[in-house]
């Protein structure tokens, strides 16, 4: 069954720094999200995509974040000054077209020291 | 605009049942059911669209009542990989419109 992949696994960065976070969707999805969780916490969304441009951001994705498409493969999260809060579990997600099941990654812990 | 989902948690003997609700202040598209487990991503268990259907997914099922804006799920003589975190999804105004999640229920399911 095809899945969404994400890597790194686990990323450990030092507060201030950038962090790209990888996501390889579903071939035939044209939906894609970035949700976070917090150890111990619900999922929270971050961010949708389609059709090359982001369709919503929640008040999270400030100016530190953003997301970008670079081929027809790749979908990243970008985090330009990683601080301490952005610690967390993120998982990238895709749906395909007409709706259905959001499929989920395996995520990426990040740690911010 | 967050779901609410009841109980936060839930301990259960395997072969008993329990019922997981989810509930929207605001008007439903549709309701996704999700389940985690520790350290793991959530796993899709099944959608409701608007319209008061109800599915079945092994002895899991749910229901959508669209009057209440309210979802249930239903875990029947449950088994030990029932054991997780259950997570309600809800959509508003479109099928590939963002889900928000609910708080999550923890169940347990002992031997």
């Known amino acids: 069954e095809p899945e969404v992949t994400q890597t790194p696994s686990h990323q450990v960065t030092q507060m201030g720094q950038e962090v790209i976070l990888r996501c390889v969707p579903i071939?035939?999805?044209?939906?894609f999200y970035w949700y976070r969780q917090i150890l111990g916490q619900k999922v929270e969304f971050l961010v949708s995509?389609?059709?090359?441009?982001?369709?919503?951001k929640s008040e999270i994705f400030d100016d530190q974040f953003s997301v970008e498409r670079p081929d027809g493969s790749n979908f990243t999260l970008k985090i330009r000054s990683t601080k301490l809060e952005d610690s967390a579990m993120y998982f990238c997600?895709?749906?395909?077209?007409?709706?259905?099941?959001?499929?989920f990654g395996n995520g990426t812990r990040l740690t911010v020291t | 605009q967050q779901p609410v989902q009841s109980p936060q948690a839930v301990i259960l003997r395997e072969g008993e049942d329990a019922v997981i609700n989810c509930s929207s202040s605001?008007?439903?598209?549709?309701v996704h059911w999700y389940r985690q487990k520790h350290g793991e991503a959530p796993v899709f268990l099944m959608i409701?669209?608007?319209?008061?259907e109800q599915k079945g997914h092994e002895k899991i099922s749910a229901s959508f009542n669209e009057k209440k804006q309210q979802s249930s799920l239903y875990l029947t003589a449950s088994q030990l990989s029932y054991s997780g975190t259950y997570f309600c999804?809800?959509?508003?105004?479109?099928?590939?419109?963002?889900?928000?999640f609910g708080t999550g229920t923890l169940l347990a399911v002992q031997p």
């Open positions: 995509f389609y059709n090359n441009e982001i369709s919503e």
């Open positions: 409701l669209l608007k319209g008061g």
């Open positions: 999804g809800t959509a508003y105004g479109g099928a590939t419109n963002k889900l928000i």
């Open positions: 071939s035939n999805h044209l939906y």
């Open positions: 997600a895709s749906m395909g077209t007409g709706g259905g099941a959001l499929h």
């Open positions: 605001k008007a439903l598209y549709s």
